[in-house]
């Protein structure tokens, strides 16, 4: 595979990790302790910190932000992780949070997973492989997405039980962000 290509508007921290063909767009912003595996592209706009680890031919729309600090009021800075698999497309305006410490200090993604516009991944969160969220769908903090799930529009996966319907029989409850 070729050398990776970066837009000379591009920021990317010199501790930042780019396999084999990676292709960073103008005004892309990579930070530290990033790595990117072979064959992944970063369009223009997108924002990827870490540390967070991501596998094979991972694409990263406009406006996407991914391995970002979580959306947690303990969070005090402290170093968590998003490690995240092969072949997933993070769409326009996607977020992805790392982990807590008090959570484990892990988000995790599987493969092959399309994150449609304006999809949360929260904070130590696990997302299996083959996965689909739909435009706005979201994981709450510690929620997961069991492999091959498909997520409605403006719909949630949480860890409170009570709020609607237990699908799964374990801590994942799903709900209409409208309340229905």
């Known amino acids: 595979m070729s050398e990776s290509a ?5 920021a990317v921290s010199p501790e930042a990790k780019l396999g084999a ?10 930070g530290a302790y990033v790595t990117l595996g072979e064959g992944c592209v970063v369009h223009s706009h997108a924002v990827i910190h870490g ?21 947690d009021l303990t969070f ?26 008090k ?24 997302v299996g492989s083959d996965t689909i969220f739909a435009n706005a769908a979201t994981v709450a903090g510690h929620g997961r997405a069991f492999a091959g ?10 860890v409170c ?4 319907r237990d699908y799964t029989g374990c801590a994942a409850v799903f709900a209409r962000c409208d309340g229905a």
Request: hydrophobic share 35%; charged share 15%.
């Open 6 to 10: 970066i837009h000379p508007q591009a």
């Open 21 to 30: 063909g990676v292709t960073v767009g103008a005004f892309a912003v990579i």
């Open 51 to 71: 540390p967070s680890k991501f596998g094979a031919n991972n694409i990263f729309h406009p406006f996407s932000a991914v391995g970002v600090d979580p959306q």
């Open 76 to 101: 005090k800075g402290e170093r968590t992780e998003l490690i995240v698999g092969d072949g997933n497309s993070f769409r326009e305006s996607v977020t992805v949070s790392r982990g807590t410490k």
């Open 103 to 126: 959570g484990g200090g892990t988000t995790k993604i599987g493969n092959r997973n399309l994150f449609m516009a304006y999809t949360h991944i929260g904070h130590d969160s696990v």
């Open 149 to 158: 799930s498909s997520i409605l529009p403006d719909w949630a996966v949480c």
């Open 161 to 164: 039980r009570g709020l609607h």
